[in-house]
């Protein structure tokens, strides 16, 4: 197909109009592999049917993840991209770079690979698109020698990602960036050989805004949070109410998911002990509101996007945990949830739905933990958890 | 309390088992690690000790990893 001149009237249609077109994109590449990249598309597009598949036995010597096989089902006539894998590179915490080592790392992929990257995949890595099976361990040297390695795929540990916290941010709970790197480094032996069920995903979150969306998407969601007051600014509170561009009552107070806020016209009460952190009237009123500084984080386990059950928000295990290195308690708790998911999950398994065949009061107590009111699906209601009475209470119980 | 069986002996026993296995099942590491548990009882074989014998395998190139839906242990493709 490559010889050829390449008709793909439904694929230009994707170059008109004013937005970003990934057409126009891979076209620039002007190189045998995007041709025939753009060729397989037009005829997924005209047969309305995808010809890729994935999977396989690509990898590199050593390692479990961090290459995703991918072949085209049509090999014969696009033979430029029958093997076309995905590359997962680890990527630094926050996604910070400095724009020479993004010059390298194009460098190395225009060298070895097609020269098509996806910055950055759902998991938070850097992605190369497009390695034949000859290129991987070639590329992967390349980039061990600029510090970089790969990130994790099938069922291993997946690269641990974080929002950019205190690195950008005054309203983060716990440093995510240093939580994200020393659970990479902690981790090594998961994310590059799979041990687990399935995948499992940690993703730190400075504050309950969630930038990371970890509560829809880890199994392990971190999210900041604090246990003391809402700090107050009364004359800032003052400047908004007279500025008039926001409607303290409307905006604010009657929006309070726990109605814990009240405002007489002249100072804005709180009442701590009600409320859940939810973070949106500090988002509304910045300059006045802020955490409190008794700082550190929820831990959230199950959640999941539905590929193969249907979808699961992540639910309180630990209400407040200091986030201070070494991270041992958050360690343990791993460890324990590895330990029981790892050798009773079944194929293909999420910790979230391994919680839900097993129930959480079983889940919990074969962890060793506790059941605490704030193990609930939504405040103040639906609780997971019934308290049994034990033999002895019952028996209390028939005495009286 | 029994003596503890080695890496080596536990790779080379999880290397049959992948060879007997092969287009039949598909084995995940902790199927194999179940599987060793099982042959030379807990108080013998620890997790790490499977941990050790399947870096083992995967390191010196007797077995590699597949991923089919799911990670899994089993023989390179010239096997």
């Not at chain 2, 060879?19 to 807990?42: I, V």
Request: charge should be negative.
């Amino acid at each position: 197909m490559s010889e050829k001149e390449l008709k793909t009237p439904l694929v230009d249609e994707l170059e008109e109009g004013p937005w970003p077109s990934f057409v126009k994109e891979i076209k620039s590449l002007d190189n045998p592999k995007a041709k025939d990249l753009l060729g397989v598309l037009e005829r997924s597009y005209r047969d309305k049917v995808g010809h890729w598949k994935h999977g396989g036995l690509v990898g590199v010597m050593g390692y479990g993840g961090g290459v995703i096989g991918r072949y085209n089902d049509l090999p014969d006539e696009f033979p430029e991209v029958a093997a076309f894998h995905t590359l997962r590179v680890n990527h630094p915490a926050g996604w910070f770079y400095t724009s020479d080592v993004l010059r390298k790392l194009c460098d190395v992929w225009e060298e070895h690979g097609s020269g098509l990257t996806n910055m950055h995949g759902s998991t938070g890595d850097i992605i190369f698109l497009g390695c034949s099976t000859e290129e991987l361990e070639p590329t992967f040297k390349k980039l061990t020698e600029l510090g970089f390695d790969l990130g994790g795929s099938g069922s291993c540990l997946r690269t641990p990602s974080c929002c950019n916290g205190m690195a950008r941010c005054e309203w983060a709970c716990y440093d995510t960036m240093a939580l994200t790197y020393d659970l990479t480094m902690e981790y090594q032996d998961e994310l590059h050989r799979p041990p687990f069920p399935y995948k499992f995903k940690f993703k730190m979150a400075g504050c309950a805004n969630d930038c990371v969306a970890s509560i829809a998407r880890a199994d392990m969601s971190i999210i900041g949070t604090w246990k003391d007051e809402i700090r107050i600014d009364a004359d800032a509170v003052k400047e908004y109410a007279e500025a008039g561009d926001l409607d303290i009552l409307v905006d604010v107070v009657s929006r309070c998911p726990t109605k814990c806020m009240s405002w007489d016209g002249q100072e804005l009460l709180i009442d701590d002990a009600d409320c859940v952190k939810c973070m949106h009237c500090i988002n509304a009123m910045p300059k006045a509101l802020a955490p409190g500084k008794d700082r550190g984080a929820t831990i959230l386990v199950g959640s999941k996007a539905p590929i193969i059950g249907g979808a699961l928000l992540s639910s309180v295990m630990v209400p407040f945990l200091k986030m201070e290195p070494p991270y041992e308690d958050l360690k343990e708790l791993v460890d324990a949830l590895w330990e029981l998911w790892g050798e009773h999950g079944k194929n293909r398994e999420r910790i979230g739905e391994f919680i839900q065949r097993i129930g959480l009061g079983n889940f919990l107590d074969q962890i060793g933990l506790d059941p605490t009111p704030e193990m609930i699906a939504q405040p103040r209601a639906n609780p997971y958890i019934f308290y049994e009475l034990d033999d002895e209470d019952e028996y209390e119980d028939d005495e009286d | 309390m029994s003596e503890e069986v080695s890496v080596q002996e536990v790779a080379d026993a999880m290397y049959q088992l992948v060879k007997e296995t092969y287009g039949k099942k598909n084995l995940k590491p902790m199927d194999l690690t179940k599987a060793m548990f099982s042959q030379y009882g807990r108080d013998r074989c620890s997790k790490q000790t499977c941990k050790a014998a399947i870096r083992e395998l995967i390191d010196n190139g007797r077995c590699i990893y597949s991923y089919i839906g799911g990670s899994y242990v089993t023989l390179p493709p010239e096997s």
